[in-house]
């Protein structure tokens, strides 16, 4: 899936947060997106996502793709327990689901969640839970991934491991996304194509193409 983002304009309480911007982001890659605090990057995953609607312009190349989204926090269903978690995002359909269970054991393998499937939430460490989140996103059959900080409230260890854990799992499954940060580390580590944006109204201020990956 190649998405065109075409002129795009986005204005909250009077004060434009895009004007006239345009965007490729390429298939089947990581593109990472840095830049200041409170410019637009939070904003413009939720354009992507449909939860919010441009001024005018267009995005191109979402439709009929599904997509799945990991937030800062993991958003778990609190009467749910993890296997139920995953579960929630099981296609309709008799066939679907039986495969589905299967997928979610070894998607519950893969993340090392097997022993905590049958646990709620609130008896889940952070990292536990975000382990959930990521595995979600990656059960759902989507074309897009949209990632907003997922990794900010984690411990340094923490985070090397399910920065990890999310390139191992992408390897299975690629599909492109889009990844915002704050944190240099995050950004080399799991970014093919690294973005800074500039402070409103929005600019691409450099495109980095990242050799290491």
């Not at 911007?21 to 413009?44: H, M, N, Q, V, Y």
């Not at 990794?151 to 492109?176: C, G, H, P, V, Y």
Request: charged share 30%; proline share 5%; aromatic share 6%.
């Amino acid at each position: 899936m190649i998405i065109e983002i075409k002129n795009l304009c986005k204005t909250y309480d009077q004060q434009m947060i895009f004007d006239d911007f345009s965007l490729t982001i390429e298939r089947d890659i990581i593109t990472g997106i840095t830049g200041p605090s409170g410019a637009g990057k939070t904003t413009l995953l939720r354009l992507l996502a449909g939860l919010e609607k441009p001024d005018s312009g267009s995005i191109e190349g979402l439709q009929g793709g599904s997509l799945s989204y990991v937030f800062q926090e993991p958003r778990l269903l609190p009467w749910c327990t993890v296997r139920e978690n995953l579960r929630f995002v099981c296609p309709q359909g008799h066939d679907l689901k039986k495969d589905f269970e299967s997928e979610i054991d070894i998607m519950l393998d893969q993340v090392g969640l097997t022993e905590a499937q049958s646990l709620y939430p609130q008896a889940l460490s952070g990292g536990m839970k975000q382990r959930v989140s990521i595995a979600r996103s990656f059960l759902v059959p989507s074309e897009l991934l949209l990632m907003d900080e997922p990794f900010i409230s984690l411990d340094l260890d923490l985070k090397e491991r399910l920065m990890e854990l999310f390139l191992s799992l992408w390897e299975k499954k690629k599909r492109t996304v889009l990844f915002v940060s704050h944190d240099p580390l995050e950004m080399k580590k799991l970014s093919h194509t690294i973005l800074t944006l500039s402070d409103k109204p929005v600019r691409i201020l450099k495109r980095e193409e990242n050799k290491k990956l």
